[in-house]
T-cell receptor, first 115, second 118 residues
Framework: DAKTTQPTSMDCAEGRAANLPCNHSTISGNEYVYWYRQIHSQGPQYIIHGLKNNETNEMASLIITEDRKSSTLILPHATLRDTAVYYCIVRPPRGQETSGSRLTFGEGTQLTVNP | GAVVSQHPSWVICKSGTSVKIECRSLDFQATTMFWYRQFPKQSLMLMAT?????????EQGVEKDKFLINHASLTLSTLTVTSAHPEDSSFYIC??????????????FGPGTRLLVL
């Protein structure tokens, strides 16, 4: 699976948009970008995923560059409860995994939302 | 979304004893369950993958005789840490993949079990 690079930590003011970048320059054409987050002492939580087009759901928006070598997760109005470690994961679609169906987590970005 | 539970949520035990952690998919059937371990300030590390009714597949460096995994039904997997030692103290997280769905989104995580071995 393609490797991802994320900043170690970021800060954001409450109520402002939080923009979390992820570099995945070795991404293959059929690999998806997934975002999970982990609030302290809890299990990871799925946020969003995408392939080429930008995606939006009730939690966040995902912006993928045209060359797909990087993406940005956007939390439009960050709250204190959004403080967590955010993981960007790149994986091939179903049936094309070479490493089984498991998720492999990198180091992620510690997002701290300040009041 | 689908719910995965773990029991217990935390456990303290003496060195040398065995500890069993349960992982249940509450409202869906899971053909595959995953066990992760997370040390403080580190990311999740996959320990093993288990499919219902078959032996678990362990990641490199994970001792299968020390971390016994049983996936006897479509809704329950157990991880037993045998002869636990202080270095086994960690946060153990299970994940269940919904039956009939192959996408990553269909993988749901439990709340984790914190193990402290004295």
């Amino acid at each position: 699976d393609a490797k991802t690079t994320q900043p170690t930590s970021m800060d954001c003011a409450e109520g402002r948009a939080a923009n979390l970048p992820c570099n995945h320059s070795t991404i293959s054409g059929n690999e998806y970008v997934y975002w999970y987050r982990q609030i302290h002492s809890q299990g990871p939580q799925y946020i969003i995923h995408g392939l080429k087009n930008n995606e939006t759901n009730e939690m966040a928006s995902l912006i993928i560059t045209e060359d797909r070598k990087s993406s940005t997760l956007i939390l439009p109005h960050a709250t204190l409860r959004d403080t967590a470690v955010y993981y960007c994961i790149v994986r091939p679609p179903r049936g094309q995994e070479t490493s089984g169906s498991r998720l492999t987590f990198g180091e992620g970005t510690q997002l701290t939302v300040n009041p | 979304g689908a719910v995965v539970s773990q029991h217990p949520s935390w456990v303290i035990c003496k060195s040398g004893t065995s500890v069993k952690i349960e992982c249940r998919s509450l409202d869906f059937q899971a053909t595959t369950m995953f066990w992760y371990r997370q040390f403080p300030k580190q990311s999740l590390m996959l320990m093993a993958t288990s499919n219902e009714g078959s032996k678990a597949t362990y990641e490199q460096g994970v001792e299968k005789d020390k971390f016994l995994i049983n996936h006897a039904s479509l809704t329950l997997s157990t991880l037993t840490v045998t002869s636990a030692h202080p270095e086994d103290s960690s946060f153990y997280i299970c994940s269940a993949r919904q039956r009939g769905s192959g996408g990553v989104r269909a993988q749901y995580f439990g709340p984790g079990t914190r193990l402290l071995v004295l």
